[in-house]
């Protein structure tokens, strides 16, 4: 009966058979406007994954559902979002989608079951600075930043991989009270990727150790002394490189660059626009279409949010960004409950990083901020992105199931009388 | 962890705080800029959508059709010729980009844009085009003709004319115009509004700013008299006035002036003697006050922002600056907007075009009222502009104004312009009539002195908006 009751209230289950409903109808619309079996088979498949990632994955581990029928709502916004830009991203998107799941699962069970991690540390730390020297040595350069490195015909952004041993070994060094330590890895990331000329990846490394930084130590003095270093950092790098320099002046008045890159914010500015309060409609707007007239350049990636303004409108848009405000929310209360400094410094630092993630792209979307190109977390393409946003998810996941095995051994050992609750 | 468990309360206050500004700022920046971003030259998607729409009419605020729509969708004016030209730059014409036209800037009523869901889904039901909104526009297009007849042949120019008390601008014109009908024989730069867009040199129109900062900075100005000798020199400038010709050993001297005495007969002189005893941050921070360095954003017309110059500047420039030359640039309408301000008690308000929207049957979609833009002056430091400008017309430079029976007022400048024969000619005035609240900004370029070549087209636009009614 009690059983039930719980059933039925579940915010989680709701939002997720809406989600489902949502999309199902989103890509049968885009279907009927392309008439392709592949817009059939993802109004199916879509759905399916969402049902998967949010009723059955708990069923694994002691999982939030919550946090993961929001997750699963902006990953597959992100999908949709793509196939309508270009139906080949999207199916690649839907496989990142996939892959992303398994991969939070892991980070979810690495999380629940590793007990020291110590070793993992120092490995981690090795391998992130290895990793981030790798595109210096052999990487390829791209909108002004050398932060690509190829395998094959893979491509892969270390920072993206590094975010995460980042939030990891900075959580356990301030764990073990190694504030010094922690500190000197963080600049020494930082410092690499300031050569990387990658400075959007730098501010958000460089706010994930602040935020981390003040919640282990509490200490204003130390957040002060970071920030006053981060601006003297900032003021150097926008001596130093000219596209910093550029990316400025087009913050200042991008009507000024029509001819050429603050074209792309311009753009945006038109289809948010046109898009008004309830949107132009899936699929009718042009926004997306890169190679159409109208059409905003990197529409699939730094330029993702705006499109969704474009089709969907401002109502839905800052819905999306509620969506982000609550995954965040949901983060810190499992930081709030988290039984071990570890897990409440990953939990803040996941927190931290989605929401400055979110923030410094947004922000640079609607030119509250210079933009620098960083990810819209779940939402842009790519598979790096979405496997490192999921594993952030996979972390939270993690922490959840133990607090919430630590709850269940205290209720058990109440309800046999043998302990305090 | 008690503690850590605070820090993670502060830590996320922070976050959320982010998010908020994300909000918030995301929704201040499309309120205030969205019709702008909506009317830029750059959309297409709105451009596309224009097959699938009649645009709605533009209508002067008594109700004549500016511009309506044939069965395709076509523009169709009217059949009065000067009446097509006169209203050209208030209407626009889909041929140019007119980025502060009702073609451009009301696209998304003309065009559609605003059509609620249950519209469009009626239209699409009935299997019709949709239909686009009516603009009624705050012009007076009877005004328009009228005043277009009283420009100089072939000159360019501009002349706006708006109630100080609300704002509206009643009256909007820009020469060289052209006939939409017939845009392909339209004059190369016709279709700039110079109203809105074009900045030039105020000329000693200007000078109503330097009297102002004077009010606000220079306590004694009262018992101050200023000596004009004919020639000041100043840095590695020399200021002179009106009449003066070195080489014919020609100069014009004014002796000793009050403040007053020095605006009625627009001394030079004097004036760059003040800009140079205030300095160039006090009138520079007058200036501001004015809206001069100011991102223009108003609700309706796109106005090129005016400009002060910012970077060092000479004693020569100073002084110039202080009788409206050097690098100063502004848009006739930003100084009708500064004599409106003289006018109406020190309160500027904002100008705008759009009366009302109406849909195809014949409903409100939106209506818009006046607002303050800013408060450059204080009643009283208004009161005395009022009265020296009244000076100017009774006894000054601006006598060619004058009318029997109301107060006119007004300040008048001749700007120098670089290449060119003849000075601009500028009247700015108002009426000081609480019955009649304008204000006027008139400019024939190249054409000679404003107290000989503007002052008497502005008597005459006075003269209409009395006898009809204004």
């Given amino acids: 009966m009690a059983k039930n009751a719980s059933r039925r209230r579940d915010p989680a289950r709701g939002m997720m058979a809406a989600s489902m409903v949502f999309f199902f109808v989103g890509f049968l619309l885009l279907a009927a406007h392309d008439g392709e079996w592949q817009s059939f088979l993802l109004a199916l498949i879509v759905p399916l994954i969402i049902f998967g990632g949010t009723a059955l994955l708990p069923r694994l581990f002691p999982a939030d559902k919550l946090l993961l029928s929001l997750t699963n709502f902006l990953c597959a916004l992100g999908v949709l979002m793509l196939y309508r830009i270009s139906p080949q991203r999207g199916l690649n998107q839907a496989v990142n989608y996939g892959v992303g799941v398994g991969c939070m699962v892991l980070c979810a069970f690495l999380i629940r079951y590793v007990r020291s991690w110590k070793a993992l540390t120092i490995l981690m730390v090795g391998g992130s600075l290895v990793l981030l020297a790798l595109p210096l040595l052999i990487g390829t350069e791209q909108n002004g930043a050398k932060n690509w490195i190829w395998i094959g015909s893979y491509s892969l952004q270390p920072s993206e991989i590094v975010k995460l041993a980042l939030l990891l070994c900075v959580s356990f060094l301030l764990s073990q009270k190694k504030a010094l330590l922690s500190i000197l890895f963080g600049g020494a990331c930082l410092a690499l990727l300031m050569l990387q000329k990658d400075l959007g990846t730098a501010l958000l490394y460089f706010g994930l150790c602040l935020v981390m930084l003040y919640v282990s130590t509490g200490s204003l003095l130390l957040v002060g002394a970071g920030l006053a270093g981060g601006a003297g950092a900032a003021v150097m790098g926008y001596q130093m490189f000219a596209h910093v320099k550029a990316r400025l002046a087009i913050w200042q008045d991008p009507w000024q660059y029509t001819q050429g890159a603050g074209l792309q914010l311009v753009r945006s500015f038109v289809a948010i626009a046109n898009g008004g309060l309830w949107g132009v409609g899936l699929g009718l707007g042009n926004a997306g279409n890169t190679t159409r007239a109208g059409g905003i350049p990197e529409a699939y990636n730094d330029f993702i949010y705006p499109v969704i303004l474009h089709e969907f409108g401002l109502i839905f848009g800052a819905v999306v960004i509620l969506m982000y405000l609550f995954i965040v929310i949901r983060a810190i209360m499992i930081a709030r409950r988290s039984t071990s400094v570890f897990h409440a410094l990953v939990s803040v630092g996941c927190a931290g990083l989605i929401t400055l993630q979110t923030f410094v792209i947004i922000a640079g979307n609607i030119k509250l901020i210079p933009l620098t190109g960083v990810t819209l977390p779940f939402i842009s393409y790519g598979g790096t992105s979405m496997v490192s946003s999921l594993c952030l998810i996979g972390f939270l996941q993690g922490v959840a199931s133990r607090n919430k095995a630590g709850v269940d051994q205290d209720r058990a050992l109440a309800m046999h009388g043998g302990g305090a609750p | ?470």
């Fill in chain 2, 1 to 470: 962890m008690k503690k850590l468990k605070k820090n993670i309360l502060r830590a996320a206050f922070v976050l959320c705080a982010l998010f908020a500004l994300l909000l918030g700022y995301g929704a201040y920046t499309v309120s205030v800029n969205s019709n702008r971003w909506f009317s830029s030259t750059l959309n297409v998607y709105a451009r596309q959508k224009r097959q699938d729409v009649i645009p709605g009419r533009i209508l002067d605020r008594s109700g004549v059709v500016l511009a309506s729509s044939d069965g395709e969708g076509e523009r169709v004016y009217p059949d009065d010729e000067a009446l097509r030209r006169a209203t050209v730059h208030a209407v626009g014409s889909s041929a140019f980009n007119m980025k502060s036209s009702a073609e451009y800037f009301y696209a998304a009523y003309l065009y559609g844009s605003r059509l609620s869901f249950p519209e469009r889904l009626g239209y699409a039901l009935k299997g019709e085009k949709y239909k686009g909104d009516d603009v009624v526009l705050t012009i007076d297009s009877a005004l328009n003709a009228y005043a277009a007849s009283l420009f100089p042949q072939d000159k360019k120019g501009a002349a706006v004319v708006m109630n100080y008390r609300t704002g509206e601008v009643l009256c909007l014109l820009s020469f060289p115009n052209f006939d939409p009908r017939n845009t392909s024989a339209a004059p190369s730069g016709a279709s700039i509004n110079r109203v809105t867009q074009s900045l030039m040199a105020p000329g000693s129109t200007f000078k109503i700013v330097t009297y102002a900062s004077v009010l606000e900075n220079m306590t004694d100005y009262q018992s101050r008299t200023f000596i004009c000798g004919g020639q000041l020199q100043a840095g590695n400038r020399i200021i002179t006035d009106a009449g003066t010709d070195l080489e014919a050993g020609k100069i014009t001297q004014h002796g000793a002036l009050t403040l007053r005495e020095a605006f009625l007969k627009s001394c030079n002189n004097t004036f760059a003697q003040i800009a140079l005893e205030l300095g160039d941050a006090a009138l520079r921070r007058t200036a501001e006050s004015f809206g001069f360095n100011d991102n223009f954003l108003f609700r309706d017309l796109v106005v090129e922002n005016s400009r002060y110059p910012t970077s060092n500047r000479t004693d020569g420039e100073i002084a110039w600056t202080g009788a409206g030359q050097s690098a100063l640039a502004v848009s006739p309408l930003h100084m009708c907007m500064v004599a409106s301000s003289i006018a109406n008690d020190g309160t500027m308000m904002e100008p705008w075009m759009i009366l009302e929207a109406r849909t195809a049957s014949g409903g409100t979609r939106a209506s818009f009222s006046a607002r303050q833009y800013r408060r450059p002056l204080n009643a009283a430091q208004a009161a005395v502009l009022k009265d020296a400008m009244r000076g100017v017309v009774t006894g000054g430079t601006g006598t060619a104004a004058n009318l029997s029976g109301v107060k006119v007022c007004g300040k008048t400048g001749s700007a120098e312009i670089d290449g060119q024969e003849q000075t601009n000619a500028w009247f700015l005035g108002f009426l000081d009539e609480p019955a009649s609240p304008y204000a006027l900004a008139v400019v024939v370029e190249d054409a000679g002195g404003g107290g000989s070549v503007s002052a008497p087209i502005a008597r005459q636009i006075f003269s209409w908006l009395l006898s009809h009614g204004y």
